[in-house]
């Protein structure tokens, strides 16, 4: 990827400290292109400022409410108080937007985080036009898709351009750091292959329809609780869990689909909304036409919000589950869980009333208590400096500090520092596509599944 930083750069780099700002900013070799910005994730990405990232964006899309509520981020970002931002945003709202940005070529990375229906072809036209492509999950929502999705990442290849999706969940501390202890033979011992029944590795998370974003009750576009538009929850939520299984279990190694999954089963449920509550979460009177089907009793509305994949990686059996509700408890957010079985000890992700409804991790161990941990735990510390063991009656507890408690939105500025560095240097790791790819195969196969088990 060392083509994407032009020649021009090396004159920026040498003589930045004299030219104008306006001038150094043009010389920038990456630009953002946002499209279609249907998803509050897109704004999320410019919540910070990177260097070598040129401060116009420029968005193509329709006029509407999502890309009203878009803007209204992005100027909520450039005006607060502390470390605001400066982007600049440049608008084409013609009715012709994606073959206009496909033409006039305004900048070199597009960004995706919208209807999910039309996700994968902007992914596959903008990859075959020579771009770069950061998208939302899920870059895939059904089987026709992914057969798209996988000829996207054979184009990307081809075209010597990068093609990446953004998982957030990778730069939450207490999964790190439950990924390191993993890593610790000493501590862990060995990942057990588990069950169907008592699986090795299990994930949920808990989401919510009414939400808040950067302090604001988040307006949700109607179609996003029609499956065919935003895809099932087994598609959805549940690419992070799946993405994690294999960032946790196999790390830096290349998972093959074809060869390393197997299915035990899968299954999937609805969340039921009242009218009420679908007023409150996308300011509508009435649920729109193309949600007719999904409609009881003229006031309750059926998402497929909810699945479970219960599935065997490289003969390890593993869990990944989603739910959606409507709303979390005061003071409370989304949520997620988790447990690594080892031989030694499991590592436990616990996020409920006795955390406070804060991640929190904890090593409990088989069998007697190994005091040699806490000697063990030293290296750990060294690199993640503050972090305590804190014994408990099954182990102990890791008490991390404030400053690695970094939240959920300020992990789209990690996964943006990562594609960027990847894109500059040209160095992401052989592992990275054969294991979207894989983890695409896994949601959307389970679908397929899904729908055929009673």
Request: glycine fraction near 6%; proline fraction near 4%; aromatic fraction near 10%.
């Amino acid at each position: 990827m060392k083509n994407y930083i032009f020649a021009v750069a090396a004159i920026f780099v040498a003589g930045c400290s004299e030219m104008p700002e306006k001038e150094a900013n043009d010389k920038k070799s990456i630009s953002l292109i946002t499209l279609e910005p249907g998803h509050f994730h897109s704004a999320l990405l410019q919540k910070s400022m990177y260097p070598d990232v040129d401060s116009t964006v420029h968005v193509y899309a329709p006029q509407g409410d999502e890309l009203n509520a878009h803007q209204k981020l992005i100027d909520q970002f450039n005006n607060r108080s502390e470390a605001p931002t400066s982007w600049n945003q440049t608008l084409y709202t013609g009715n012709d937007f994606f073959e206009k940005m496909l033409s006039e070529k305004a900048g070199n990375v597009v960004v995706l985080a919208g209807n999910n229906l039309k996700k994968t072809n902007y992914i596959l036209r903008s990859v075959e036009g020579g771009f770069n492509v950061l998208a939302d999950k899920p870059m895939a929502i059904d089987s026709g898709s992914f057969e798209l999705l996988k000829k996207a990442f054979e184009t990307a290849a081809a075209k010597n351009v990068l093609l990446y999706d953004i998982m957030t969940e990778r730069y939450e501390i207490s999964t790190i750091l439950q990924r390191e202890l993993s890593l610790l033979p000493g501590i862990f011992g060995e990942l057990e292959k588990g069950t169907p029944e008592n699986p090795a590795v299990t994930k949920e998370s808990v989401h919510h329809f009414y939400k808040y974003v950067s302090g604001n009750v988040l307006t949700r576009p109607s179609w996003f609780f029609d499956v065919k538009q935003e895809g099932e929850g087994i598609v959805d939520v549940t690419t992070h869990l799946v993405d994690l299984i294999q960032w946790e279990c196999f790390p830096d190694q290349v998972i093959d689909y074809k060869k390393d999954v197997e299915f035990n089963s899968a299954r999937r449920w609805p969340t039921q909304l009242t009218l009420s509550q679908f007023k409150a979460i996308t300011k509508k009177d009435s649920f729109s036409g193309f949600l007719a089907g999904n409609i009881t009793d003229d006031s309750i509305l059926s998402v497929f919000a909810n699945g479970e994949i219960n599935y065997k990686l490289r003969g390890v059996h593993a869990k990944a589950s989603v739910k959606w509700v409507y709303k979390a408890p005061e003071g409370t957010s989304d949520t997620h869980s988790s447990i690594m079985r080892g031989t030694k000890a499991n590592l436990v992700i616990r996020q409920g009333a006795e955390e406070n409804y804060k991640p929190e991790l904890y090593i409990e161990t088989i069998g007697k208590k190994d005091s040699a941990i806490a000697e063990l735990f030293k290296g750990l510390q060294s690199k993640y400096p503050g972090i305590e063991l804190k014994e408990n009656a099954k182990g102990w507890q890791v008490v991390i500090p404030a400053k690695y408690k970094e939240g959920h939105e300020a992990h789209f500025a990690r996964v943006a520092e990562k594609f960027l560095g990847y894109l500059k240097n040209g160095d992401m790791p052989a592992w990275e596509v054969p294991n979207m790819i894989a983890k695409y195969y896994i949601t959307t196969t389970a679908l397929e599944l899904a729908k055929k088990s009673k």
